[in-house]
């Protein structure tokens, strides 16, 4: 009844989540029939699994290519990739809320068409930028005295960011969207979807960098260009076809609900707001043809200038979006996992590179990048069995407990024997014999550490991949490797807590995507997904500006703490909303 009634008050399609037990029985007798091995390759299920493959293996090599292309186009530098990683964080920051309006107000098949082309014409022509920018480098740094460079530099950027927004857009529209529809709104069926489709993603992210990693090594850099460029022609026209089938197969696809335009919208609360600050005037009267008030704000609003019009059109569907967000049932468990990306306890390419300066080799750590994808594989597959027995909600709340749980190794780290954290770093003003003191203690503490020289060490990206552990020997080439740590205990603590949080983190990630599927109706899936990704997206942000603040090695135990306190916070939000569904579950019994 809850559902019914949230979908009508919102202008959603009025759906009914079946029971497992219904659906179980009918997979059952579906399983019988001789054949249902073929009926299950034509089936919709198959396909987006495919297409899902697909489009996660060129995202993880473009993702992976883009970064180490920018680095050697920039003399080995990072401000290349750092301005690339601003651009694109800042892009889906402010654009999320407009990117999931789109996908709301248009039908599906050609949300998917239109993203899914524009994502892979953009990495296409980006790849031939960048082939001839290597082919000719010399001569294009002659021309304009230099400034070619520039635009070929900006070019390059502005395509990725293209491709990276369109990225979002189809992950909106197929993961938050089309698979919920294709499950015939049955929980059981989702879940097991939502799994399969992580699953999938943690595999792509191991191999697909792998690949063409190895093309770029035994090759070259053009050719790894050609390969990417080869590979996103060939998944766009697999995609395609595949989408395209999907939307013909599954006809509940082709049934949108309408989206209230925005000029009524925003007629009617112009309306509200003249009546209110008049005081005498009546309730806004229905829009009619015969209203003269409406005729009046629509000849207002005629009379701007189309770019203004524009304008306000963008930053009204902005404001709406992120209200609609706002007014969520599960906004608390959304905004929970937003600050779960508040940290740099992740395999990313910060955590790598501090694993350096604790002088482990980069053997050692694609072995536990390995191990971590079997964690995070281990993660998808207790989500699928925890909501079976113990429900949605009570899943979250166990994933959590098991993520903080494991994390606590990660904080024990900070303060065990081979930690270089000194705070004495921090205290630029204390007294000079309190320097004197810490500043012998961390000479004893430092003898293992090797800061990392010029600036020129620190990556800033923001994708949360660890796109850099294959060409380490380009970021972090002045780190000694003959030089061994005193203890390994700090070192093996945290990267225990970080592999084996990784399957609280999987769970709770899926327990909240399935959340934000079931619970929001459907005119708004994309606005409030779109919203969610801006989130997602900022508070990834800050992890990269505490780096930024403290990027010294001896900085790394105070960073540690203070991402810990984020996904507490995080976690802490998702028990308040676990607290109040439960509550008003009751109530409505």
């Not at 509940?252 to 009546?275: G, T």
């Not at 909600?393 to 303060?415: D, K, P």
């Not at 810490?438 to 991949?465: C, E, I, V």
Request: proline share 4%; hydrophobic share 45%; with cysteine.
């Amino acid at each position: 009844m809850s559902q019914r009634a949230d979908a009508s008050q919102c202008g959603g399609v009025v759906v009914e989540f079946e029971s497992d037990d219904i659906r179980d029985a009918r997979a059952k007798k579906a399983r019988s029939i001789p054949g249902s091995a073929l009926i299950y390759l034509k089936g919709p299920k198959f396909l987006i699994y495919v297409s899902g493959a697909l489009s996660m293996w060129g995202d993880r090599m473009w993702h992976f290519a883009i970064s180490v292309f920018l680095i050697e186009l920039y003399g080995r530098n990072l401000l290349l990739t750092a301005v690339f990683g601003l651009v694109v964080a800042g892009s889906v920051l402010l654009l999320g809320a407009l990117i999931g309006d789109w996908v709301d107000r248009n039908p599906r098949n050609k949300v998917a068409h239109a993203s899914l082309f524009i994502q892979n014409i953009s990495v296409t022509v980006c790849s031939i930028v960048l082939m001839l920018v290597f082919s000719y480098k010399q001569r294009i740094e002659q021309i304009w005295d230099g400034w070619l460079t520039v635009v070929c530099y900006t070019v390059v950027i502005v395509l990725a960011d293209v491709a990276n927004l369109a990225s979002t857009a189809l992950t909106i529209a197929i993961q938050r969207d089309w698979i919920v529809v294709i499950t015939g709104y049955n929980r059981g069926h989702l879940a097991g979807m939502n799994a399969t489709m992580r699953r999938i993603d943690q595999v792509t992210n191991i191999l697909a960098p792998l690949a063409v990693g190895q093309v770029m090594t035994l090759a070259s850099n053009v050719v790894g260009c050609g390969f990417i460029l080869g590979w996103n022609l060939v998944s766009l026209i697999v995609e395609f076809f595949f989408l395209s089938r999907v939307y013909r197969i599954v006809p509940a696809l082709s049934v949108k609900p309408p989206v209230e335009e925005v000029d009524q919208v925003y007629l009617q609360r112009m309306e509200r707001r003249d009546s209110q600050g008049e005081g005498n005037v009546a309730q806004p009267q229905p829009l009619t043809e015969g209203n003269c008030n409406t005729s009046l704000h629509l000849k207002e609003i005629t009379n701007l200038p189309l770019c203004f019009r524009r304008f306000r059109w963008l930053v009204s569907t902005c404001k709406d979006g992120w209200r609609a967000y706002y007014r969520q049932p599960v906004f608390l468990a959304g905004m929970g996992l937003a600050f779960l990306y508040t940290t740099v306890l992740g395999f990313d390419c910060i955590t790598t590179g501090y694993a350096y300066t604790q002088g482990i080799s980069g053997s050692l750590l694609s072995l536990l990048m390995g191990v971590s994808a079997i964690t995070g594989l281990l993660g998808t597959v207790m989500f699928t069995r925890l909501r079976k027995t113990y429900g949605l909600i009570n899943t979250g709340i166990i994933s959590s407990c098991l993520h903080l749980g494991c994390l606590l190794l990660c904080v024990c780290s900070v303060f065990a024997p081979g930690s270089p954290m000194d705070l004495s770093l921090l205290m630029p003003y204390i007294t000079s014999n309190s320097s004197t003191e810490l500043g012998g203690m961390a000479t004893q503490r430092q003898k293992h550490t090797y800061p990392l020289r010029g600036g020129s060490n620190q990556p800033l990206l923001p994708d949360r991949s660890s796109i850099h552990w294959t060409n380490n020997t380009v970021l972090f080439d002045n780190v000694p490797s003959d030089t061994a740590p005193e203890s390994y205990i700090s070192i093996i603590l945290l990267f225990l807590g970080v592999i084996t949080a990784r399957i609280g983190l999987w769970s709770f990630d899926l327990t909240v995507t399935q959340l934000l599927q079931e619970n929001i109706c459907e005119s708004e899936r994309g606005v409030v997904n779109g919203v969610q990704s801006s989130m997602n997206y900022l508070m990834d942000l800050l992890h990269f500006i505490m780096v930024i603040s403290a990027p010294q090695p001896q900085h790394f135990g105070i960073l540690v703490i203070i991402s810990v306190l984020f996904i507490t916070t995080g976690h802490t939000m998702y028990f308040l909303y676990a607290h109040k569904a439960k509550r008003k579950r009751r109530l409505d019994t």
